[in-house]
């Protein structure tokens, strides 16, 4: 059964396609909380790559197949013999960990059988919540290692379950999280943005269990800012390597982006009753019911939504349409804060008077344009 079976169902989602919460939708959302439109898909649990599924503003065709088959292999490596690799890359950490214990227990909590009535959802959350509170009680019998967390926690105002991608690893009353990944180390170096992805992935599952220490009046402290990416060493998907990275930056992201989940009533009035399309709906009606969304709730477009976000060829139409500047990426709407579009940035070039929170771009829009006129003028026969 998936979350959204569990859940109750937002209004303005009620009729479209659904999917399940795991952390990396979660940490792929944590990339737009600046966008209305975003934000309620996620509150809703919105599968927006169905919705755009068999339009022209269909998006890439998802995971590289053999990145995937990739993924599990190396996911395959680190779990073999009890996972002892791993556990001797943690046992090197000796510093950050502390004393791992002789005694390793493994919390293999996609194993556990389900009763008749309950979701394997449900069952899984609440030993999740079991561990993680012996973990933060220190008790003898308390895990070393938990494979396939899950853990419950509000959004929109309802109740979802997110499944964990990576392990815990806890010791001394202390829980750091565990994020594997395949790309590959290679001289010590490694893709950046793929281990920042990581690493906005592992602060998004501490964030979450630090929230389910709290509600169990538990100390959220127990969950470390120290967090570590496990990568094969090279394209071979050799010996593993761990990465320890310090998680505070996304760990904090990711907090601000559990409360912003909670929609205020102030969006859900702004949407005036209109809802996503049904899953049937014919393409272009489709199209047309997710533009008035966005027009109705508001949307952000940065070229960085083209890597996260489902909607973002319409969006990037859309904003390419409106000339607006968002479409040259987060540099230049920087250099040009406060203008939008790229008619206003021509109009205040040319010495329309600026508004106030215009007025520091418009000083640079001007004598960029004296200058773009001197060039000219030197440049002629
Ligand atoms: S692509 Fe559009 S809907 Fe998605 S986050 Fe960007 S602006 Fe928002």
New binding site residues.
């Given amino acids: 059964m998936s979350s959204s079976d569990d859940i109750g169902e937002a209004p303005w989602a009620a009729r479209a396609p659904r999917h399940s919460l795991t952390v990396s939708v979660l940490a792929a959302?944590a990339?737009?909380t600046?966008?209305?439109?975003?934000k309620l898909?996620l509150a809703g649990r919105v599968n927006?790559e169905k919705l755009f599924g068999g339009t022209r503003y269909e998006p890439g065709t998802g995971a590289d197949p053999m990145a995937i088959k990739r993924g599990r292999l190396f996911e395959e490596i680190l779990k073999k013999d009890d996972y002892a690799e791993l556990l001797n890359l943690l046992y090197e950490q000796d510093a950050a960990l502390g004393a791992l214990g002789a005694d390793v227990r493994i919390a293999r909590l996609r194993d556990l059988s389900v009763p008749a009535g309950r979701s394997g959802l449900e069952v899984r959350a609440e030993a999740t919540r079991r561990e993680l509170a012996k973990i933060a009680r220190r008790d003898w019998d308390a895990s070393t290692l938990l494979d396939g967390a899950v853990i419950r926690a509000r959004i929109g105002g309802e109740v979802a379950y997110f499944e964990a991608d990576g392990l815990a690893a806890a010791s001394n009353g202390s829980l750091h999280v565990v994020e594997a990944k395949s790309f590959p180390l290679i001289d010590g170096r490694c893709d950046p943005v793929k281990l920042g992805a990581a690493c906005a992935q592992a602060g998004l599952y501490a964030a979450l269990v630090r929230a389910q220490l709290r509600e169990d009046g538990l100390p959220s402290e127990a969950v470390s800012d120290t967090g570590f990416i496990v990568l094969p060493k090279n394209t071979r998907l050799g010996r593993p390597v761990l990465l320890r990275q310090n998680l505070s930056f996304h760990i904090r992201r990711a907090e601000r982006l559990l409360s912003l989940a909670h929609l205020d009533e102030a969006v859900v009035q702004r949407i005036e009753g209109r809802s996503f399309p049904a899953a049937g709906t014919g393409a272009a009606e489709r199209i047309e019911g997710l533009s008035h969304l966005?027009d109705q709730a508001g949307?952000?477009?940065?070229p960085?939504?083209?890597e996260?976000?489902?909607?973002?060829k319409?969006?990037?139409e859309?904003?390419y349409k409106a000339g607006r500047l968002a479409i040259l990426g987060d540099q230049a709407s920087r250099e040009m804060s406060g203008v939008e579009t790229f008619d206003r940035a021509l109009d205040l070039a040319a010495g329309a008077d600026p508004l106030d929170h215009e007025r520091e771009s418009a000083r640079e829009l001007v004598r960029a344009r004296r200058l773009y006129r001197r060039a000219l003028k030197g440049a002629g026969p």
């Avoid at 600046?34 to 975003?38: K, Q, V």
């Avoid at 949307?299 to 940065?302: A, L």
């Fill in positions: 959302a990339e737009h600046d966008c209305t439109f975003s898909a927006l966005m949307t952000h477009y940065r960085e939504c083209l996260h976000c489902a909607a973002a319409l969006c990037r859309r904003a």
